[in-house]
């Protein structure tokens, strides 16, 4: 059975969970690889809308087991919190399974998330969204994180836990950064380690047992390649491996296990926080993107910047990720526009290149050569097969997945779980 890999190739934000959504259908098992709950997955499912952070947008299927996987950065309180809300809108969440190698964000964690955006200075902020996983991930390199297994050890827990308090008070109060109330902090935690006690497992056993059972396997990616830490333009990216490599990493899945590799890829672009974005639009027609694209982030609600499709950036990101199958999403965003435009290479300092540069000060630098399409002036909200499309809208998905040279599986034309389809 198949073992599908699913990542965004853009910045974030593409419409992941809505696809996970579409190809859990026919999934047993759906598991999250990395990142935290920094991501914001929208699923809308007829008037229903859900955004999950942390949890599998599986989860929202009634026989699909959820997985959050070794790789991840986990906030206790924010995860209790995300189970406790779906659990009130009746969904079940017996059938998540938590990681005992996955990592904990602690509440110093986000202080220092914090504490380090504030002081950077200007042209230095990442614009996280302040969750903590940079410092989460920082301690788990650095040999002193805290893992899901202590959860399952509440008095070696609490050791950590003040011991930790104390040493970011003792080490950061003199800097000016925020107190830790460890008394209050620590009957906080309690209270979500009490809560997730039943949920912890080793999930490599698992997930290798669902492996043998012949189940299918959908692995969510969050972010996107050009948050990668290592392939995305650093330094504004985030702490994980976002692209496909990281599945299996942060799962304990061997490469060979997987067996096709999904890229969602929005219409156009956007990015929310900091950092080089060479075909953002500052003008009335990014607006017009982000107003008609409802672009406002799904986790700390910031305006998201908004701009035409970078193909040579979405070269990279499928090359690095093995893109099998491109799933496109908000093609109907660019529904009443009369030209739509393809970014197709990059003019640095006078030359042209279709190299995605390693430098972000070159990034910087870059001057879009654009190629430009007719619109199709017609809506797609409806669409159900590739046939009901305008041509112009054909002739677009075609320009791209040439360029990409990727295979179009899935095309999307609306949030909803219905305005979707394979292709
Ligand atoms: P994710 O982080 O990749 O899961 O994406 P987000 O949920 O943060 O952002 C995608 C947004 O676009 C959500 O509000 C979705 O409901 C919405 N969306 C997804 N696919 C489509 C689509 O094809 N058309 C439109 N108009 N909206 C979509
Ligand atoms: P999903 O999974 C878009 C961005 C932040 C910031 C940078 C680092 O919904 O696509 P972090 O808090 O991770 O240290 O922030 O990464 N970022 C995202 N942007 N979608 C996301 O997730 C993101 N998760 C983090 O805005 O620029
Ligand atoms: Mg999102």
């Known amino acids: 059975m198949a073992v599908s890999v699913l990542v965004g190739v853009q910045w974030g934000d593409e419409g992941k969970g809505k696809i996970i959504d579409v190809l859990t259908a026919d999934a047993g098992m759906v598991i999250r690889f990395q990142g935290g709950n920094n991501a914001g997955h929208t699923v809308e ?77 200007a042209g230095k902020k990442i614009g996280t969204t302040k969750r903590g996983i940079g410092p989460a991930y920082a301690a788990k390199a650095n040999r002193t994180g805290i893992r899901g297994l202590e959860i399952l050890h509440k008095d070696r827990f609490e050791k950590l836990f003040r011991e930790g308090a104390e040493d970011y008070n003792r080490t950061y109060g003199p800097l000016g950064a925020e107190p830790l109330d460890a008394d209050k902090a620590w009957a906080e935690m309690a209270i979500a380690i009490d809560y997730l006690k039943p949920y912890v497992k080793d999930t490599v056993v698992t997930i290798h047992q669902a492996v043998k059972e012949g189940k299918h396997l959908l692995l969510e990616g969050a972010q996107g390649a050009f948050l990668d830490i290592d392939h995305g333009t650093y330094p504004f990216v985030t702490s994980s491996n976002t692209t496909s490599g990281g599945a299996c990493t942060g799962t304990g899945l061997p490469p060979k296990a997987v067996t096709e590799v999904w890229g969602v890829l929005k219409a156009y672009m956007t990015r929310v926080g900091e950092g080089p974005f060479p075909t953002e639009l500052h003008d009335d027609l990014g607006k017009y993107l982000q107003d008609k694209g409802g672009e406002f982030g799904a986790t700390t609600g910031r305006p998201r910047r908004c701009g035409w499709l970078d193909l040579v950036a979405s070269k990279y990101s499928c090359m690095i990720n093995g893109v099998d199958y491109l799933a496109v999403t908000k093609l109907d965003v660019l529904d009443d526009l009369d030209e739509i435009k393809l970014c197709t290479g990059y003019r640095i300092d006078g030359k042209v290149t279709t190299d995605f540069p390693a430098d972000v000060s070159d990034m910087a630098r870059i001057e879009p050569v654009y190629e430009s399409m007719p619109g199709w002036k017609t809506s797609t909200v409806e669409a159900r097969t590739m046939d009901d499309l305008p041509e112009n809208a054909r002739k677009y998905l075609k320009r791209v997945a040439e360029f990409l040279d990727a295979k179009i599986g899935i095309i999307s034309v609306g949030p909803r779980r219905d305005q979707t389809f394979r292709v």
């Open 45 to 121: 499912i007829g008037d229903e809308k859900f955004v999950l952070h942390l949890i599998p947008s599986g989860i929202l299927r009634k026989d699909t087991d959820c997985v959050i996987a070794n790789g991840l950065v986990v906030d206790p309180i924010g995860l209790m919190d995300e189970m406790k809300a779906l659990t009130g809108r009746g969904i079940d969440v017996s059938k998540l399974q938590l990681s005992c190698r996955c990592h904990l964000i602690m509440p110093w964690h986000k202080l220092l998330d914090a504490y380090n955006e504030n002081k950077a200075a």
